[in-house]
């Protein structure tokens, strides 16, 4: 015997793709892109526990004139500079990953999803505002979170071999730039999720009055075409009735009349 198959309302429903907005991709690379902000930071705070310092020593007879300071760095470096390195490029990967994601979700969008956003309403102004805010400080916590990463290797780097030599000169960063560059890096990631939430709003947004204008017109089609008129198929329908046929009581012998339907000609 055939086994019979029920198909439902969600299977007839269109299927949600990965690369849509609201997937669970889109919420994964979301995530992943916040924990991989939250290890930046905790990097850039070791780094910045490791830093190399410098002490200055005094080289020659005390008080005479061939005394002279030199300094020796605290450590090699390796440490802030590996610290660093990783959070650069984990911060890098990160960001490129759920920007890269963002573009493809939203440049597959129908353009019905993106032509039917009323943008003569607050709403919409408000998205279209938020969205350049969370887009433009996003890139700008970004970029200078990198450049301080940047700069931090640059100086790191430079007294790998022979660091504990006395020399006439030390270069080492300041106090707090590791630190600022872990939360430029954990802003950055904050900001994009707030970009794509308003991203994904927006584009619920865009669904609902769509689906809303697709009413509309189904509706005005419906009420601007004109009542249907009985045909003829009706008429001969009602023509073709059977007959009648009942006694008539009006004299002491029974008699049968045939009566036709109301409105039927006997000739």
């Known amino acids: ?146 450049i301080l990463l940047l700069i931090g290797l640059s100086v790191e780097s430079g007294h790998l071999k022979n660091w504990s030599r006395p020399r006439p000169s030390c270069f080492v960063i300041r106090e707090g730039i590791f630190s600022a560059a872990g939360v430029f890096a954990l802003a950055s990631v904050f900001l994009a999720a707030g970009l794509y939430l308003t991203a994904l709003r927006a584009q619920r947004m865009s669904q609902e009055q769509e689906n809303v204008r697709q009413q509309i017109l189904e509706a005005s089609a419906l009420y601007a075409s004109p009542p249907r008129s009985p045909g003829r198929h009706h008429i001969a329908a009602i023509a073709r009735e059977d007959p009648v046929f009942r006694e008539d009581h009006s ?13 039927k000609d006997p000739n």
């Open 1 to 146: 015997m055939p086994k019979t198959m029920v198909v439902t309302h969600a299977d007839l429903a269109p299927s949600r793709r990965r690369t849509d907005l609201g997937s669970k991709l889109g919420v994964f690379l979301i995530v992943l892109t916040i924990l991989c902000g939250l290890f930046c930071f905790i990097l850039c705070l070791i780094a910045e526990a490791t830093r190399s310092e410098m002490t200055w020593i005094a080289n020659g007879d005390k008080g005479s004139k061939e005394e002279r300071y030199e300094c020796v760095y605290s450590g090699s470096g390796k440490m802030p500079l590996l610290c660093a390195a990783s959070a650069f490029v984990g911060l890098a990967i990160a960001m490129m990953i759920e920007h890269t994601f963002m573009l493809i979700a939203v440049s597959k969008l129908p353009p019905s999803a993106l032509v039917c956003l009323d943008t003569d309403s607050g709403s919409s102004r408000t998205l279209t505002w938020q969205a350049g805010f969370f887009f433009l400080t996003t890139w700008i916590c970004f970029a200078v979170g990198e």
């Open 251 to 263: 004299n002491d012998q029974p008699s049968f009349v045939f009566s036709l339907p109301c409105g």
